[in-house]
């Protein structure tokens, strides 16, 4: 399957297998780099500006100037859509500081190292909406720059294989005072009375392009929305949903093995997705 794969290596596209990086590169060794992940249905892409602008200001935030401009860079997240086989596809875009000898302080002049591939789009199927998706949640271990899409994502790959090993899919952190702040991939709400409410944008969570999305689909609906600071058993919570490129929003309706609300996928969640696809359909039409 991988030899009809194409990636984008640093000016060139080459199959899958023979694409590589230096061994040196600073993001092999210090995980020193930016990543992205932009969505294309059916050679449309959701939000790409958007997600280009969070990856300009992702390398701006670790000094990194991106090698290119955002509209060159977007024709080439097209051409690696079109070079490989997914009607549905996930490109993944990874900007790293370059290579050079192992040292932490980097030296002048580095050239960064980008990297752009693309995968099948993993859409979740109709059963696990209807069903919703479990959470696990875990106090916050990572650093304090959430904001930066960072590709350091240990405490991320910790939290799912937790989440795992519990049988849910994901993990939601929890600040000291126990406030849900997002999960390891994803940006968490609840419906608390009638009210979306999700955490607000800061150093402790990443500002989700379908959490934007989400929460214009809400207000242009006149649904009243709160980003403020949430505990997962406040009064009045009814609902919790997650959202993420990969999955727009999804219920979620077990968190540490207790149902959320009566249990199932709730009547916010179920709309904001409806809206989101709706959306995503009209975008293709
Ligand atoms: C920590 C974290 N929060 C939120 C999200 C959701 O962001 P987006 O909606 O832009 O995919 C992600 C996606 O990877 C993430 O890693």
Same mark, same amino acid.
């Given at each position: 399957m991988?030899?009809?794969?194409?990636?984008?290596?640093?000016?060139?596209?080459?199959?899958?297998?023979?694409?590589?990086?230096?061994?040196?590169?600073?993001?092999?060794?210090?995980?020193?780099?930016?990543?992205?992940v932009v969505a294309c249905f059916?050679?449309?892409?959701l939000?790409?500006?958007?997600?280009?602008?969070?990856?300009?200001?992702?390398?701006?935030?670790?000094?990194?100037?991106?090698?290119?401009?955002?509209?060159?860079?977007?024709?080439?997240?097209?051409?690696?859509?079109?070079?490989n086989?997914f009607r549905n596809a996930m490109i993944y875009?990874?900007?790293?500081?370059?290579?050079?000898?192992?040292?932490?302080?980097?030296?002048?002049?580095?050239?960064?190292?980008?990297?752009?591939t693309s995968r099948q789009l993993p859409i979740p199927p109709d059963t696990k909406v209807?069903?919703?998706a479990?959470?696990?949640?875990?106090?916050?271990?990572?650093?304090?720059? #959430?904001?930066?899409?960072?590709?350091?994502?240990?405490?991320?790959?910790?939290?799912k294989?937790?989440?795992?090993?519990?049988?849910?899919e994901e993990?939601?952190?929890?600040?000291?005072?126990?406030?849900?702040?997002?999960?390891?991939s994803t940006?968490?709400?609840?419906?608390?009375?009638?009210?979306?409410?999700?955490?607000?944008?800061?150093?402790?969570?990443?500002?989700?392009?379908t959490?934007?999305?989400?929460?214009?689909?809400?207000?242009? #609906?006149?649904?009243?929305?709160?980003?403020?600071?949430?505990?997962?058993?406040?009064?009045?919570?009814?609902?919790?949903?997650m959202s993420s490129t990969t999955n727009a929003?999804m219920?979620?309706?077990?968190?540490?093995?207790?149902?959320?609300?009566?249990?199932?996928?709730?009547?916010?969640?179920?709309?904001?997705?409806?809206?989101?696809?709706?959306?995503m359909?009209?975008?293709?039409?």
């Amino acid at each position: 399957m991988s030899e009809s794969l194409i990636a984008y290596v640093n000016g060139e596209f080459l199959p899958m297998e023979s694409a590589t990086v230096h061994i040196e590169d600073r993001g092999f060794q210090f995980a020193d780099g930016i990543y992205e992940v932009v969505a294309c249905f059916n050679g449309f892409f959701l939000d790409i500006e958007p997600h280009l602008e969070r990856l300009d200001r992702s390398c701006r935030e670790i000094n990194i100037i991106l090698p290119m401009s955002q509209a060159a860079l977007s024709d080439l997240v097209q051409e690696v859509y079109k070079r490989n086989p997914f009607r549905n596809a996930m490109i993944y875009i990874q900007i790293t500081r370059g290579a050079s000898a192992r040292t932490h302080l980097p030296p002048p002049g580095l050239v960064p190292t980008v990297v752009i591939t693309s995968r099948q789009l993993p859409i979740p199927p109709d059963t696990k909406v209807a069903q919703g998706a479990s959470a696990i949640t875990l106090q916050d271990i990572r650093w304090k720059r #959430c904001d930066i899409k960072s590709i350091a994502l240990l405490a991320s790959v910790l939290g799912k294989q937790e989440a795992a090993s519990r049988g849910a899919e994901e993990a939601i952190w929890l600040d000291e005072q126990g406030h849900a702040l997002e999960g390891c991939s994803t940006n968490i709400f609840a419906t608390i009375g009638d009210t979306l409410v999700t955490h607000p944008l800061d150093h402790q969570v990443l500002g989700g392009i379908t959490r934007s999305m989400a929460l214009k689909a809400a207000k242009a #609906c006149n649904i009243p929305v709160e980003e403020r600071a949430w505990r997962l058993d406040e009064p009045g919570l009814s609902e919790c949903m997650m959202s993420s490129t990969t999955n727009a929003i999804m219920p979620i309706t077990l968190v540490n093995g207790q149902a959320v609300g009566d249990g199932l996928p709730g009547p916010m969640a179920m709309q904001l997705r409806s809206w989101m696809l709706a959306d995503m359909e009209a975008m293709q039409a």
